[in-house]
């Protein structure tokens, strides 16, 4: 039974207005936080000049400019991070909302198949081996991307090609295992620690090296998959009745499932090369909306897209803020917030998982 | 809506399930299949609505082949109960119902309020109003297998396919089901494990056993108790009810 019902046409609404308008609002006050202390004003001053700059080619005042500490911190540290942030984590919550319904299992998440491993193998060979080193200054990330995508590409051919939902977990699950084998090998043979904990860190994820044009792509992504897989709610919708109920409503899932999985693979990928692996987000964020407003897609998809952005935006202000002078991977504190708050959901329904 | 299965044959798992199959019904009927398990009956309807491409034979819908038409065509003119699951997710009744809306739904296109009118109407039908707001899988099995029947309903198809709609049923729902789907003015075709009510209820009877057609007819030629002996290896006997129906009573250690 889900938390809100009868209310539940109108409340969805009010919901998505809500986060529609915490997002910016999150945007706004986190840009205000942070170690180095300065008032709002200066902020959005800095904020302000550069907007007017952009838009309309406005003159920037020499006491805001880019090379004055205040610009630097605000326009090049703290707000391209907090952008990828939210992005990153709209993105992974509705890649993890598309995905639960495509192979049609509560358990999955954006890197069910295979994503995660197949980065972390691509940044291991591009870390011990040097591999890749080619593709320029961030070829790690590069290869981390590439990583993701064949890998989830390969799942894709090894379960068939025909969109069939348990196949694909299957090859999913052997494909993880044996690139995370392959990653775990290359790290045993390689005798120095300092490369091992640099892939490591990779797993982790960090939201540290956000810069402007690249969050942009993942801004983009994000808001384009998310109108996309809006679009196609009612078919999501009956990935959850399974193939032959969905044929004798008309749709056939094979071909679609293999289209969802090529553009989630894709925005995950981005998110991998920008952020490495951050995991829990695009588990917990879509269950927590599904408690809360029910299963329909049409509520689920832009709910995900919005609070999964917000939820990692305040989560990666906190890595920044807990321990004195350093950051916490944002994937440990994702699984430390979102687990306790997923169980406590869960709990309170007292029911199978996913209404 | 005439439906009509000419020489159908079905291979499930490379092996030959349906060895040419005939069938017909009209508007109007409520077409039995009977016979044992495993003698596909499922796989029939199956083949009928195209959720598994026969090998070979054709189905046509008035005259028309269902092979041809477009998937969204198809789930306009024939809906299937059958066994269904939502695995771990859930969704509220009127929102399972509303799903039957989809074949008749543009892309983009939200469900209005006449689509939620045709769904409350089908709860109604199937004996559900006033759960629209329930947990689909908070509901009984009989419960669920209502809901299931209502979005059938609500995707106003003039054909109607049921593969065992009484399983799970109370007796009072299961004549209520059949009471219903006599009343449409639809063509329904159902397969069916209880004799009785097949034989209280169908207008035709179409037996199988083995993946063909043992005997077809109205109930009280083909429910006779060398039929139920040969396709069933049960002794029974058959009384009519003196209006075209007739009751089995079964003979149990002989």
Redesign the interface.
Known sequence: MRLLRSKGQMAWRWALLGLGLALPLSLLGAVCLGTNPLSPGQVYGVIVHELGCLLFRLPIPPQWAPGTAVHDVVWLIRLPRLVLAAAVGGGLSLCGAVMQAVVKNPLADPYVLGASSGASLGAALAILLGIGSGLGGSFVGLMAFLGALVASLLVLILSGGRGDSLRLILSGAALSAVCSAASNFLIYLSDADHAAAQVLRWTMGSLGAATWPGNGAMALAWALAALFFWSQSRSLNLMLLGDESALTLGVELGRLRLVYLLITALVVGLAVYQAGVIGFVGLVVPHVLRLIFGSDHRRLIPLSALGGGIFLLWADVLCRSVLPGREIPVGILTALVGAPVFLYLMARKGRALGG | MKIEASAIRAALGGREILHGVDLEADRGELVGIIGPNGSGKSTLL?CL???LGPTAGTVYLDGEEAGRLK??????R???V?Q?????????VL?MVL??R??H?G??E?DREGDRAIARAALVAVGLEGLE???F??LSGGEQQRVILARALA?QTPILLLDEPTNHLDIQYQLKLMDLLRGLDRTVIAALHDLNLAGMYCTRLYVMKDGAVADRGRPEEVLTPKLIRQVYGVEARVEGDGAGGVYVRYCPGK
Do not use: I, T
């Open positions: 199956r609505c195209r959720v998937r969204r065509e198809l789930a306009r024939m809906a299937l059958a269904h699951s939502l695995g771990g997710f859930d969704f509220s929102e799903m039957g989809s074949p739904k892309f983009l939200g707001e329930r947990s899988q908070a995707q």
